[in-house]
């Protein structure tokens, strides 16, 4: 079954610090990607990667850089955390382009809170 | 770029009621369109796509929905909805992305389903 893994479902965090959401897949996908998602906004994408040690800016990158140093794991970093980034981030990745297979697997996501 | 107008945030209903959710894209060209539903405290899931042939469009738990190119819209429909289907529903429109030619998916405000006994 296919299965995308956040590592953490829960974080609280002090303004300030350092934070890093892990999101691993075992489907052996190509491509994986980073929304965040807020009330009234839907999902917004942050960063994405079509192979490993790839990236590419989504939407709203300002704040966020990510890694990809193998092609199961695909990190999302907030260097310096903040208020305004309080909110569900969620992980995604789809094997080929979208419109030949047409479908991201989704995490269940990180539910951040920053203080 | 594309961008999507799910037209009600909030949708209440009674079960055995049919239902609509509405959703328009902003670009005629080309398009994948595509539904997501987002159960409380889960991740989103695939509920059905198109990407051609067919403007109507079956999907899981009951659910369709039809392509209009004209009036660049793909609304969701379900003839008889349960109380399990209270859940939020996003439409998305594919939308080329980055230097790549790679793709991403666009996603609209959603639109939050309650069923009510």
């Known amino acids: 079954d296919v299965k995308v893994t956040q590592s953490s479902r829960y974080l609280v965090k002090r303004t300030g610090e350092k934070v890093f959401l892990e999101c691993v897949q075992d489907?052996?996908?190509?491509?994986m990607f980073w929304y965040r998602q807020d009330p009234g906004l839907g999902l917004r994408l942050i960063y994405f990667?079509?192979?490993?040690?790839?990236?590419e800016k989504g939407d709203i990158p300002e704040g966020y850089s990510v890694s990809r140093e193998k092609k199961e794991r695909f990190s999302l970093i907030l260097e310096s955390a903040s208020t305004n980034q309080t909110s569900m981030y969620l992980c995604?990745?789809?094997?080929?382009?979208?419109?030949?297979?047409?479908?991201?697997?989704f995490g269940e996501g990180s539910r951040l809170t920053v203080l | 770029a594309q961008s999507v107008t799910q037209l009600d945030s909030q949708v209440p209903v009674f079960e055995e009621a049919p239902v609509e959710l509405r959703c328009n894209y902003s670009s005629s060209v080309s398009v994948y369109l595509f539904w997501y539903v987002q159960y409380p405290n889960q991740g989103l899931q695939l509920l059905l796509k198109y990407l051609s042939g067919s403007t109507l469009v079956k999907g899981i738990n009951g659910f369709e929905a039809e392509f209009n190119k004209s009036q660049t819209s793909f609304h969701l429909r379900k003839p008889s909805v349960h109380i399990s289907d209270t859940a939020e529903y996003f439409c998305?429109?594919?939308?080329?992305?980055?230097?790549?030619?790679?793709?991403?998916?666009?996603f609209g405000k959603g639109t939050k389903l309650t069923v009510n006994p």
């Open positions: 990667s079509y192979d490993v040690k790839m990236k």
């Open positions: 995604a990745s789809s094997l080929y382009i979208l419109s030949n297979t047409g479908e991201l697997f």
């Open positions: 489907m052996d996908h190509e491509n």
């Open positions: 998305a429109v594919s939308d080329l992305a980055g230097q790549g030619g790679s793709e991403k998916l666009v």
